[in-house]
T-cell receptor, first 114, second 110 residues
Framework: GQNIDQPTEMTATEGAIVQINCTYQTSGFNGLFWYQQHAGEAPTFLSYNVLDGLEEKGRFSSFLSRSKGYSYLLLKELQMKDSASYLCAVRDQGANQAGTALIFGKGTTLSVSS | DGGITQSPKYLFRKEGQNVTLSCEQNLNHDAMYWYRQDPGQGLRLIYYSQIVNDFQKGDIAEGYSVSREKKESFPLTVTSAQKNPTAFYLC?????????FGQGTRLTVV
């Protein structure tokens, strides 16, 4: 089966750094995605990791450890507009599946205050 | 994100009617996905397709049907068998290192 866990809620202040963790258990891991979703809108693609290590994109970075089944999204220099849900998704090719499913965690709601 | 379009943005239907949601992409992506999101909830996978003329059920396929006759198009039909169809429906397409969503369709069944 598949299991993807993220904290439900996090709070932080403007200018700070926040780390959102994601742990996963899948039978056929084949990559991990992070998305940002503002209320009432569709998710926006942030990053993709398939190899271990850190991927940096401006204020956002994403890390992956395949051996630990663990990823995090790091947001630096937080701004009020970063208040949103952050979704972790795993690309999974399970033993009984034809093709590759993209499975989402329930998301982490981040609130940034001034 | 990218070139993936869902239409319409809002859709109202009477209970007992089938309704088809459109999803078109011009990204040349092979894989496409349909999700459902309920208020305050995560994304749940309905159906996905790796290639033309092939698709697989996700976690909540009951009451839904799809087709993949063209690479660019992956329409979702919400049938009258779906017991609670009111939701936000999201379509995505995936390439080698990215996956983008359409703007979503909010379906309300009255």
């Amino acid at each position: 089966g598949q299991n993807i866990d993220q904290p439900t809620e996090m709070t932080a202040t403007e200018g700070a750094i926040v780390q959102i963790n994601c742990t996963y258990q899948t039978s056929g891991f084949n990559g991990l995605f992070w998305y940002q979703q503002h209320a009432g809108e569709a998710p926006t693609f942030l990053s993709y990791n398939v190899l271990d290590g850190l991927e940096e994109k401006g204020r956002f970075s994403s890390f992956l450890s395949r051996s630990k089944g663990y990823s995090y999204l790091l947001l630096k220099e937080l701004q009020m507009k970063d208040s949103a849900s952050y979704l972790c998704a795993v690309r999974d090719q399970g033993a009984n599946q034809a093709g590759t499913a993209l499975i989402f965690g329930k998301g982490t709601t981040l609130s940034v205050s001034s | 994100d990218g070139g993936i379009t869902q239409s319409p943005k809002y859709l109202f239907r009477k209970e007992g009617q089938n309704v088809t949601l459109s999803c078109e992409q011009n990204l040349n992506h092979d894989a496409m996905y349909w999700y459902r999101q309920d208020p305050g909830q995560g994304l749940r996978l309905i159906y996905y397709s790796q290639i033309v003329n092939d698709f697989q059920k996700g976690d909540i396929a009951e009451g839904y049907s799809v087709s993949r006759e063209k690479k660019e198009s992956f329409p979702l039909t919400v049938t009258s068998a779906q017991k609670n169809p009111t939701a936000f429906y999201l379509c995505a397409s995936r390439g080698p290192s990215e996956a983008f969503f359409g703007q979503g369709t909010r379906l309300t069944v009255v």
